[in-house]
């Protein structure tokens, strides 16, 4: 089963491994998040980091903007969590899920209330990149879900 809120049985789980705390980003996270990069920064055109969210940790709602190309790509790696872009339905993710994010969509990512959940996130290139952080996804939203 890969739902677990017990953070050794998680890491057991998770082939990447959790990281170090994702200090640099806190201020956009109701919860603690942990980063380990996969790929060092400016290496290649491509960064990739394993995210791990523990339980009921979720980023703010946030844009990736691009003038051409751009966005983000989750892959899915251990636990359960959701995905929910700007008035759609939230989507339940699980190990082996794939989200296309496409630049300039509002949206939000996290782990479920129950379980640690942990994502690769690819950084997809683009012309003009950036990430506007937004507000936070409310508990009501979130605990509805």
């Known amino acids: 089963m890969d739902k677990t809120m017990d953070r050794e049985a998680f890491e057991r789980q998770d082939r990447f491994g959790i990281g170090a705390p994702n200090d640099a980003f806190a201020q956009y ?14 290496a290649s055109a491509v960064f990739l ?37 700007e008035g759609k339905e939230a989507i339940s993710l699980t190990p082996g899920t794939v989200i296309t994010i496409p630049a300039n969509v509002k949206h939000w990512h996290g782990a479920k209330q129950d ?31």
């Not at 790509?73 to 929910?84: D, P, R, S, V």
């Not at 379980?115 to 409310?138: K, L, M, Q, R, Y």
């Open 29 to 42: 996270f109701t919860g603690s998040s942990f980063l380990k990069p996969l790929t060092e920064p400016g």
């Open 49 to 85: 980091a394993n995210v791990s969210f523990e339980p009921s940790c979720r980023n703010y709602w946030h844009i990736h903007h691009a003038d051409k190309g751009g966005g983000q790509l989750l892959i899915c790696t251990a636990g359960e969590g959701w995905y929910q872009e």
């Open 115 to 145: 379980s640690w959940f942990s994502h690769i996130a690819v950084e997809v290139p683009g012309e003009n990149t950036s990430t506007e952080w937004c507000d936070t996804v409310d508990d009501e939203t979130y605990f509805n879900l």
